[in-house]
């Protein structure tokens, strides 16, 4: 298994445990009866907890393209020194991006943010 793959594993997990975050959280603010009940509108917490479930979704929003390029390069044998510095800088933006938005601290997120697109631009351009 190349490296990239084991970074996307790493990547997979770091949305589950962002999941749980978002959820322990959650149940901090809303009662049980709340968040096992049919909804019509999501639960939106806030403070931490909201910033939780957003940085949460927009994990999951990352990890689409992110997984995608790692598997074509997979796939089509492009492994290199940029396809790997990309999906570890992906990686390590996205755990350092998640902590920055939980703890409401912004520049800097978005600082994080973009290194973890730069990441998943650095596998594509190994692939296209």
Same mark, same amino acid.
């Not at 959820?23 to 806030?46: D, H, Y």
């Not at 949460?56 to 598997?71: Q, T």
């Not at 796939?75 to 703890?103: D, E, K, M, P």
């Given at each position: 298994?190349?490296?990239?793959?084991?970074?996307?594993?790493?990547?997979?997990?770091? %949305?589950?445990?962002?999941?749980?975050?978002?959820?322990?959280?959650?149940?901090?603010?809303?009662?049980?009866?709340?968040?096992? $009940?049919?909804?019509?509108?999501?639960?939106?917490?806030? $403070?931490?907890?909201g910033r939780a479930q957003r940085a949460h979704r927009n994990m999951l929003e990352? #990890?689409?393209?992110?997984?995608?390029?790692?598997?074509?390069?997979?796939?089509?044998?492009?492994?290199?020194h940029v396809t790997l510095l990309g999906?570890? #800088?992906?990686?390590?933006?996205?755990?350092?991006?998640?902590?920055?938005?939980?703890? $409401?601290?912004?520049?800097?997120? %978005?600082?994080?943010?973009?290194?973890?697109?730069?990441?998943?631009?650095?596998?594509?351009?190994?692939?296209?």
């Amino acid at each position: 298994m190349h490296t990239e793959m084991a970074v996307l594993a790493w990547a997979v997990a770091l %949305t589950i445990v962002q999941l749980l975050v978002a959820i322990v959280g959650t149940t901090t603010q809303f009662s049980m009866t709340t968040l096992v $009940g049919n909804r019509e509108q999501p639960v939106v917490g806030s $403070g931490w907890v909201g910033r939780a479930q957003r940085a949460h979704r927009n994990m999951l929003e990352s #990890l689409l393209p992110f997984a995608a390029v790692v598997l074509i390069a997979n796939a089509i044998a492009a492994s290199n020194h940029v396809t790997l510095l990309g999906a570890q #800088l992906f990686l390590y933006a996205r755990v350092i991006y998640a902590l920055l938005y939980i703890a $409401g601290i912004p520049w800097l997120r %978005t600082l994080a943010w973009t290194a973890g697109l730069v990441g998943i631009l650095m596998v594509l351009s190994q692939v296209i």
